[in-house]
């Protein structure tokens, strides 16, 4: 029988067979001991420990630790902070004047102070609301300038003359107003009532001055030169179109050296300078 291989050349290959082998063995353990752990597919495990990535979720950086802050305690205001000092009552407007740290204050209805909100007053007391509650404070009778003024049509019957210190002069294109004058009616404003009687002018709901009502005759404020019939439209550029700026405005009758009263008389409007010294 003819074979197919001579025995030589099988031999021969079974030797080079078991050459590759050795040498792909050989490749094997020098690529484990010597080799850099580097390459395309390699990978490496430690011990079975699991490994940790850092993620930043958001640029903002990490909160600072926070210290708890003790709660500070507010200390609310007190309706006994507000001292009412005078009222003025007319048909649809309430306007008092307050006191709360040492400075004075005019308020109409709706405006707040120290939280409290003015509601309404009476004769004596003014009533204020704050978180559903009401508050009223009575009107402070034994201080000096203190009053409630009610605003009505003049009496035929006339208040007695009071006797008030200081003149007015004449000095041709103004008048002089004695210091003292001002300062009486600064601090007692009844007296003003008993020489001068002033009632609102509305167009619509909108207040555009005060008239004036009637004004005693040799009476400091006839010596001005106001005159029954004269609405008195602004004092000092201010206009007179709310109650607060008339009580603001004598709150600080005081303090003013110069007065200039803008007036309509009849169709004309005037003005009347005058110098306090």
């Not at 420990?49 to 500070?72: D, F, G, I």
């Not at 006994?80 to 306007?95: M, N, Q």
């Not at 009616?185 to 008993?194: E, G, L, Q, R, T």
């Amino acid at each position: 029988m003819k074979h197919l291989f001579k025995p030589q050349i099988v031999k021969w290959l079974w030797m080079l067979l078991i050459v590759l082998l050795v040498i792909k063995m050989l490749w094997f353990v020098i690529s484990v001991l010597w080799l850099p752990t580097s390459g395309i597919n390699y990978t490496q495990e430690k011990g079975g420990k699991a490994l940790y990535y850092r993620v930043k979720l958001s640029p903002n950086k990490a909160p600072a630790p926070t210290m708890k802050k003790k709660k500070e305690t507010q200390v609310a205001g007190s309706i006994k902070d507000i001292k009412l000092l005078a009222i003025y009552h007319a048909s649809d407007i309430t306007v008092i004047t307050v006191e709360h740290k040492r400075k004075t204050k005019v308020l109409g209805r709706g405006d707040v102070i120290n939280g409290f909100m003015l509601e309404s007053a009476g004769n004596n007391y003014a009533t204020f609301s704050k978180n559903e509650k009401m508050y009223k404070i009575p009107l402070l009778l034994s201080t000096k300038g203190s009053t409630s003024i009610q605003s009505s049509k003049p009496s035929t019957q006339s208040a007695p003359a009071v006797k008030v210190e200081g003149e007015v002069v004449d000095a041709g294109d103004h008048k002089i107003i004695d210091k003292s004058l001002i300062s009486h009616y600064a601090k007692n404003i009844d007296d003003i009532y008993k020489n001068i009687g002033i009632k609102e002018i509305k167009k619509g709901k909108n207040l555009e001055g005060f008239n004036i009502s009637f004004i005693r005759k040799g009476s400091p404020f006839a010596k001005l030169g106001l005159k029954r019939g004269d609405t008195i439209k602004s004092i000092n550029g201010q206009k007179i179109d709310s109650y607060n700026a008339a009580f603001g405005i004598y709150k600080d009758i005081g303090n003013i050296e110069n007065l200039t009263l803008v007036i309509q008389r009849g169709k004309e409007e005037m003005e009347l300078e005058y110098e306090v010294n």
